[in-house]
């Protein structure tokens, strides 16, 4: 098998041209500009339907991932309504204010979500000593880790990523993203990776009142099969 291809989405539309593109798997959220958010129930009944293994982001709020109390409750509730609509897994984190894993909130978030995919994201690029938060996710009962091996991209974080690999010795699955195209597809596959997260997408242009009034960027980035196929092409 060849390495399992994860698009990130935060739109309907986004996430069909992931589906189109060839996606093994989808990772939903919202607000992708913001490092990923819980999605809407709305767009999480969609993603349900379509027909490739999805895990939600859970993440109640832009920002750090130092949760209070109220948050932990919360992201309980949203991996409750992840379980109810029948996806895969989700996807979570959580820090102490010094950057290392809050692994009593990591451990309650877990129970809430057994039985399902369990995905730690890039908190754990934030951490002092990644090492160490590996062996900390594998005691967890994490299956897989999103880095960009504590670097802005994956491709910048390569050595540590592969070290990651190393360390993790089949125990849990090291998955780099950040940055991840078509051009840098052979330097991370050459780690020794089984799977990689990408979003695949491509500036779109907005203009007119919308963007003048402030409800939306001028430059908005949406998934394209085209390009979820060029990175097909690549890891191939």
Known sequence: MGIVLEVCVDTAEGLAQAVEGGADRIELCAALALGGL?????????????????????RPRAGDFVWSEAEVGMMEAEIATMRAAGLAGVVLGASLPDGRLDVTVLRRLGTAAAGMDLVLHRCIDL??????ALEEAVALGFHRILTSGGETTAEAGAQRIAALVTQAAGRITVMPGSGVNPGNAALLKGLG?????????????????????????????????????????ALE
């Open 38 to 58: 819980t999605p809407s129930a709305g767009l999480i009944g969609v993603a349900a339907r379509c027909g490739v293994p999805v895990v939600a982001m859970i």
């Open 193 to 233: 990776i089984g799977e990689i997260h990408a979003s695949c997408s491509a500036e779109v242009p907005l203009t007119g009142r919308a963007v003048e009034m402030g409800f939306a960027p001028s430059v908005w980035r949406q998934t394209s099969a085209d390009r979820v196929r060029a990175l097909r092409a």
């Open 127 to 132: 951490t002092p000593d990644m090492g160490a």
